[in-house]
């Protein structure tokens, strides 16, 4: 097969795909994820070629992919894929553009900049920030934490990118409690240690507690979070920030899927004051619903990122806003581009629309559940739902028994040391219907699991109805 051939015959594979994403299981069955054992053969000494490749591809990895590009998968925030970015994305890869600096595309780094100005624009966030185009909000809080301990070193006087870190003066990180776990390995990987991190306190609903905010001076990244990953809520920038940047200390919002409450007018009030930080982490990839993987880091001295992520070589030098020299990638594909695609054909309307249809779909479920029984532990202000049932172990058979059914998915998680289960609402495609099908599913559940023999002692039921 010839490569445009091949080409269509890919297209043709992904379209009878997308053709039934909306009726596919959210989870594979068992027998498909046996079969993937069919791709245990050895390394081809011949090659098969493409045609066969793909067909090989197509029957076994098909059955077995999980449906989170589809509406009924309520899993993990992690979206499903615009059709307007997945198009960008099918046409960015027929380009091949090595998007190191304008010199590798002068395309991808005029879309990326316009990109990022959007994204400034939509988060309002200053608009003078360096936007870095990474492949998570994991590297991404990487690229920005790099540049947030290489400023406040600067200002002890220290040069962080010549002396590196032995004999440095310290820098004290502290993050909230409920601190999203790829946070914690951003500051491991960069050499802060788990033993040293100052966990803020936090109040009921899992926001940092401004009242018991350990101390913060010029040597202090204060990490905060707009959208905590169980509960969706957000720290009290307002309080917080200015206290933070008075002190001297930078401060560091992980926004992963939350920092999207800013394009709606209706959530916007929860992130009020975020603009205040140093830098932010938001992906693509959850809720703009971008392909993976696709995300960004935002920061408002620019320089301070572009000295941090510096990439120039002899052979390679390029201006301050390349991307190579804001990102921890060099050879990198254009991820900005899905972005600018999602924002353009979106509009403004068409992020509110989606920001604010999720939030409703999720209040709306969340009245649902309390009425049939359900313990709904958080209050959902974002799209997030933590539920439990009337006692731990009907929390597990439920779930359980949700996953296998397999018509609708989600996960699992603990809050404030108890199972629980979280319903996140992020698919561009989850519409009215959908979240009725997920609320008929879970009334049933609750219904049959009536008078089973997982009931509590009274003491302990009344415990679990105080909300956290
Ligand atoms: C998902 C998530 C992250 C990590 O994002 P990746 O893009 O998967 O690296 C960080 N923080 C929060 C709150 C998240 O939900």
């Known amino acids: 097969m010839d490569e445009l051939a091949l080409m269509r015959e890919a297209d043709r594979r992904a379209l009878a795909y997308l053709e039934t994403v909306g009726t596919r299981p959210a989870y594979p069955p068992e027998h498909a994820i046996a079969a993937l054992a069919g791709f245990d053969e050895p390394l081809p000494a011949t090659g098969r070629g493409g045609a066969d490749t793909l067909s090989l591809l197509d029957t076994l990895g ?11 998968y309520f899993g993990f925030v992690i979206g499903a894929t615009l059709p307007a970015a997945a198009a ?74 010549a002396d590196g870190l032995s004999g440095a003066p310290e820098i004290r990180v502290v993050v909230p409690e409920t ?32 009242a018991r905010l350990p101390a913060l001076d010029g040597r202090t990244i204060l990490c905060l979070q707009a959208g905590e990953v169980n509960t969706g809520e957000f720290d009290p920038f307002a309080t917080v920030i200015p206290v933070a940047r008075a002190a001297g200390a930078w401060v560091h919002v992980d926004g ?75 050879s990198r594909r254009a991820r900005g581009i899905a972005i600018w695609a999602a ?79 979280r319903i996140s609402f992020s698919s561009w495609r989850t519409r009215a219907a959908h979240a009725e099908t997920l609320a008929t599913i879970l009334e049933g559940a609750i219904a049959r699991s009536d008078g089973q023999p997982a009931a509590m002692p009274r003491e302990r039921r009344g415990e679990q109805h105080a909300r956290p």
């Not at 500051?187 to 940092?208: D, H, I, K, Q, T």
């Open 62 to 72: 098909t059955p077995a992919t999980v449906t989170n590009n589809g509406p009924n």
């Open 88 to 161: 960008a994305d099918r046409l960015a890869l027929a380009w091949d553009q090595c998007a190191s600096s304008f010199d590798g595309s002068p395309a991808a780094h005029a879309i990326e900049q316009q990109a990022g100005r959007w994204l400034l624009d939509i988060l309002d966030l200053p608009r003078e920030s360096a936007v870095a185009f990474g492949t998570s909000a994991t590297t991404s809080a990487i690229a920005a934490l790099s540049a947030a301990r290489s400023t406040l070193l600067a200002r002890a006087g220290w040069d962080f990118e």
């Open 343 to 421: 924002l353009r054909a979106l509009g403004r309307d068409g992020v509110e629309a989606m920001v604010e249809r999720h939030v409703g779909l999720a209040q709306a479920l969340a009245a649902r559940l309390r009425a049939a029984g359900y313990d709904v532990v958080n209050r959902v202000v974002l799209n997030q739902v933590l539920v439990r049932g009337r006692d731990d172990a009907e929390t597990e058979a439920i779930l359980k028994s949700v996953q296998e059914d397999g018509r609708v998915w989600f996960g699992a998680t603990v809050w404030q040391g108890r199972p629980a289960f």
């Open 179 to 210: 601190v999203h776990i790829t946070m914690i390995k951003a500051l491991r990987v960069l050499g802060f240690g788990l033993s040293r991190l100052v966990r803020a306190p936090v109040e009921a609903l899992g926001r940092v507690d401004p």
């Open 256 to 330: 992963a899927f939350g920092l999207w409450a800013r394009a709606a007018r209706r959530t916007r009030p929860l992130a009020e004051g975020v603009e205040a930080a140093d830098s932010w982490t938001v992906d693509g990839h959850k809720w703009l619903n971008t392909p993976y993987d696709g995300a960004v880091a935002i920061c408002r001295d620019a320089g301070a990122l572009a000295r941090a992520m510096n990439s120039d070589a002899a052979y390679s030098a390029a201006s301050a806003d390349a991307q190579k020299n804001l990102t921890l990638e060099f």
